[in-house]
């Protein structure tokens, strides 16, 4: 029966941004400017990273990571957006929608895991200095990175399996700028309330557990910063740490509103909005807090450039 019902949608409709026909240009020169920005300054740190010997710290480690999934959460939405702008073609195959949407949640999900073990090492860092090398040696930052990438891939598995079971023979027309779950399982001709459920379990176990870890990490950072005998030090560490909680907050903020709860919320006009925060927004806000505002990475960038003018 799914499958007969599944034959009568062959592809689907990403209706994007229609309250924004007049200004579209500006929307597509937007995201254009802010895609390009996340492309090159996560290429630009890896490289850095990559090239530096200095920087094969596990701090960086995780920054490069991070680089990387920035680079793949955005690649994953926005080049299929200006896409649908530039050559007025907003349809998606089930196929590339389904794709879209676990690789989406996939990397949404490692980006979880992977800042709660960056605010562990940050933790162990300024915390416990004295045996930060000892714990945070190599093969613990490759377990911690690759249970990050293990648990992104894995956590969406579940979800978009029984997405991908419901039977779509209504409308087509997803309200919204990529697939996501929510405006996906409104088009469905069966009831959602179980898969409802499954989403909401796995929205919470994923981001509940890795923001709650995150938090108690910081909250003993700033424990420690305050004990720092002097105000410059306490003022230079806790810079650091308040840019660190205010993407942090951006990310969780956005994508527990969205996701953790158990009934779509109709107003999808608004959650594209805020779909843009961290789908978007967030990725082009990572390398500027994380990497781009420290001295050693500013070096880097200099010996690149230079190396690159003058082979």
Known sequence: MVSDNRTLVTEFIILGFPNVREVELVVFATFLLLYSLTFTENVA????????????????FFISNLSFLDIGYTT????????????????ISITGCFTQLYIFFFLGSAECFLLTSMAYDR???ICNP???TTIMNHRA???LALGSWLGGFLAPALPTAFIFRLPF??????????????PLMELSCQDIFEIEVINFVV??????SSFILTMISYIFIVATILHIPTAEGRSKVFSTCASHLTIVTIFYGTTIFMYIRTKTIQTFDFNKTVSVFYSVVTPVLNPVIYSLRNNDIKQGMRKLSKSLRFP
């Open 76 to 91: 994953v939405t926005v080049p299929k957006m200006l896409a649908n702008i530039a050559i007025q073609s907003q349809t």
């Open 203 to 208: 929205g919470t176990i994923v981001l509940m």
């Open 45 to 60: 740190i890896i490289l850095v990273i990559g090239m530096d010997y200095r920087l094969h710290t596990p701090m960086y």
């Open 130 to 132: 004295l045996h930060y």
């Open 123 to 125: 933790y162990l860092a």
């Open 169 to 182: 023979c209504g409308s087509n027309i997803i309200n919204h700028f990529f697939c996501d779950s929510p």
């Open 141 to 143: 930052c490759l377990w």
